[in-house]
T-cell receptor, first 112, second 113 residues
Framework: ETGVTQSPTHLIKTRGQQVTLRCSSQ?????VSWYQQALGQGPQFIFQ???????GRGNFPPRFSGLQFPNYSSELNVNALELDDSALYLC???????????FGPGTRLLVL | QQQVKQSPQSLIVQKGGIPIINCAYE??????FPWYQQFPGKGPALLIA?????SEKKEGRFTISFNKSAKQFSLHIMDSQPGDSATYFC????????????FGKGTKLSVIP
């Protein structure tokens, strides 16, 4: 069984740029949730994708957007990067709308 | 608005000790409470989880105690080992529409030999 994978592992961008982060869900899982974890904080929910549709969204601005593909992999896109976007971005997968979510290793984004 | 409050922020125990991490919540719609363990540079790993109709759950050296009336739950780590040194997060989930995990701020545990 393959776990949740994310790419890239690290990324450095400058303010105003755009970034795309990628996630492959665990085998058999069709739901992907994205979280932002600032240094020293708990993860904060960005949004969730279920069956290729956005299924819920946290308190993040519209410049955070996403996609889910037919193979259930997902992308997180962030436009007009700000310094405060520097964080660990975590992807979690689950089966349907079950509560048990399994996290990937994350992508560390640094915005300069 | 912080919906899950976690304490302490950090904890140091000797090997073999029993660290206890506490969490409190306000939203009575929460119906699933997992604990995650996170090592530096890694994603959170699910440790153990409980539902509000159960007062205690044990898995190996990890035990969750749950007090529904007080809206509090805690994690106990029996016979703690240096390898348990990590950051622990409690979380809460509501199946009534949001489908998101709401996390506490984390507790950094250090187990000294």
């Amino acid at each position: 069984e393959t776990g949740v994978t994310q790419s890239p592992t690290h990324l450095i961008k400058t303010r105003g740029q755009q970034v795309t982060l990628r996630c492959s869900s665990q085998s058999g899982h069709n739901t992907v949730s994205w979280y932002q974890q600032a240094l020293g904080q708990g993860p904060q929910f960005i949004f969730q994708y279920y069956r290729e549709e956005e299924n819920g969204r946290g308190n993040f601005p519209p410049r955070f957007s996403g996609l889910q593909f037919p193979n259930y992999s997902s992308e997180l896109n962030v436009n007009a990067l700000e310094l405060d976007d520097s964080a660990l971005y975590l992807c979690a997968s689950s089966s349907g709308l079950e509560e048990t979510q399994y996290f990937g290793p994350g992508t560390r984004l640094l915005v300069l | 608005q912080q919906q899950v409050k976690q304490s302490p922020q950090s904890l140091i125990v000797q090997k073999g000790g029993i660290p206890i991490i506490n969490c409190a919540y306000e939203n009575t719609a929460f119906d699933y409470f997992p604990w995650y363990q996170q090592f530096p540079g890694k994603g959170p790993a699910l440790l153990i989880a409980i539902r509000p109709d159960v007062s205690e759950k044990k898995e190996g050296r990890f035990t969750i105690s749950f007090n529904k009336s007080a809206k509090q739950f805690s994690l106990h780590i029996m016979d703690s080992q240096p390898g348990d040194s990590a950051t622990y997060f409690c979380a809460a989930y509501s199946g009534a529409g949001s489908y998101q995990l709401t996390f506490g701020k984390g507790t950094k545990l250090s187990v000294i030999p």
